[in-house]
């Protein structure tokens, strides 16, 4: 392949890149937002009792807080173009932090919205390794305007 060919193929990974940036920035507005409207009660569901006693907060105050760190990485994601890889790894960072939720949420067998058998929740908990990389994947690579 020549330095054409290599070009055009950098190219286009470069914006798949960009393509899979805005999705997750779109994927984490809709939550934010489903965590501070309609889908809060369905959150608070997946928050462990031993959240609370940790960060000191109830279960609503900590899915109104997530929803308000979603919202801001999807801002990130989009305003920031230079600090596209620190704001990926705190994407990735922030999807770990919740894991703890999604396993209590399958542990318990706690319906929510589009959570509702044991399978779906199952199917969560291997999504969410998949979310991590998606974040890291799709902000790594050259930044944006120097």
């Not at 054409?4 to 805005?22: D, E, F, K, Q, T």
């Not at 940790?54 to 801001?72: H, M, P, T, Y």
């Not at 390794?129 to 890291?136: S, T």
């Amino acid at each position: 392949m020549g330095r054409r060919g290599l070009r055009v193929s950098s190219n286009r990974l470069i914006n798949a890149r960009s393509v899979a940036r805005w999705i997750l920035a779109a994927v984490l507005t809709t939550t934010g937002v489903g965590h501070l409207t309609w889908g809060r009660r369905g959150f608070r569901i997946t928050v462990p009792d031993w959240a609370t006693r940790l960060l000191r907060l109830d279960k609503d105050a900590i899915v109104v807080a997530s929803g308000v760190v979603e919202l801001a990485l999807a801002g990130a994601l989009v305003a920031l173009p230079k600090e596209r890889t620190r704001v990926g790894w705190a994407v990735a960072a922030f999807f770990v932090a919740v894991f703890p939720g999604n396993v209590h949420q399958w542990r318990t067998g706690r319906s929510a919205p589009m959570l509702d058998t044991d399978g779906r929740r199952l199917f969560r908990l291997f999504l969410q390794p998949l979310l991590v990389l998606w974040a890291l994947w799709s902000t790594s690579g050259p930044s944006g305007r120097r």
